[in-house]
């Protein structure tokens, strides 16, 4: 007789959103503090006209903890490439007093459905900088989403980064309970083209909040929501009365 036991193929166990959001949140405290996260970020200096940037002659004499890269951006008034170094510092202060980023309750009513419009070509978008004095700089966005939320129509433009389309946005609760300058937010693309899903409990704050190195874009007008978006992270949290950078 075979004691072969016959298994029936098992349905997988459904996944739970809010462990979910538990487990990016992790990830994103993880990734703030790496040797190259956003709370590592000690130093953006731009160098002179015309200079290249050579990470391997500015690393002489730095200490073990630091991490040099190169960066490039387009100069606003001669429209030539700039180059910089950033200098990154495992053993930040920034990190060693980094607790936490404070953020609302997760909220399943904040994952949205919106409809994803591409536009032929590549339309560029102007987008200000919150280091540029009020200078623009222009953004590819590869299409319009559309949603409505609390009965206003809205049309956003997230732009390209690296391939995944980032949203940044505003609302009432900037500068009193979240990040003064706004929030960044990744668009989950879906098996359909044209939807997209805004699950705003994965709003972040952007990296300008973390180190006043960094040259964030800000949120245009019709990223701008009328009402407060309680959802997604607020602010970082630092111990022993450190300050926080904005």
């Not at 930040?92 to 032929?120: Q, S």
Request: glycine residues 8%; aromatic residues 10%.
């Amino acid at each position: 007789m075979s004691t072969a036991v016959s298994h029936s193929s098992a349905s997988p166990a459904p996944v739970d959103p809010r462990q979910e959001w538990d487990a990016w949140r992790a990830e994103r405290r993880r990734a703030l503090t790496s040797p190259t996260g956003n709370l590592a970020l000690v130093e953006t200096r731009w160098l002179p006209a015309g200079e290249e940037a050579d990470a391997d002659a500015a690393r002489a004499g730095q200490p073990d903890s630091v991490t040099i890269t190169t960066l490039s951006r387009t100069d606003l008034v001669t429209g030539e490439p700039e180059h910089g170094l950033r200098f990154w510092d495992a053993d930040a202060p920034a990190i060693r007093h980094f607790e936490d980023v404070d953020a609302f309750p997760y909220d399943p009513a904040w994952v949205l459905k919106a409809t994803y419009t591409p536009v032929p070509g590549a339309r560029r978008i102007p987008f200000e900088h919150i280091r540029d004095n009020g200078g623009t700089r222009d953004l590819v966005v590869p299409g319009d989403i559309a949603l409505t939320v609390d009965g206003r129509d809205y049309t956003l433009s997230a732009f390209d980064d690296d391939g995944t389309l980032l949203l940044v946005f505003g609302d009432p609760t900037n500068g009193d309970t979240t990040y003064g300058a706004g929030r960044f937010l990744f668009v989950q693309r879906t098996d359909d083209a044209g939807r997209v899903v805004l699950d705003f409990n994965r709003a972040f704050v952007p990296p300008c909040g973390f180190s006043d190195q960094y040259n964030c874009p800000m949120p245009p007008r019709q990223n701008r929501f009328h009402l407060p978006v309680e959802a997604g992270e607020k602010r970082p949290v630092f111990r022993d009365g450190f300050p926080a950078q904005h």
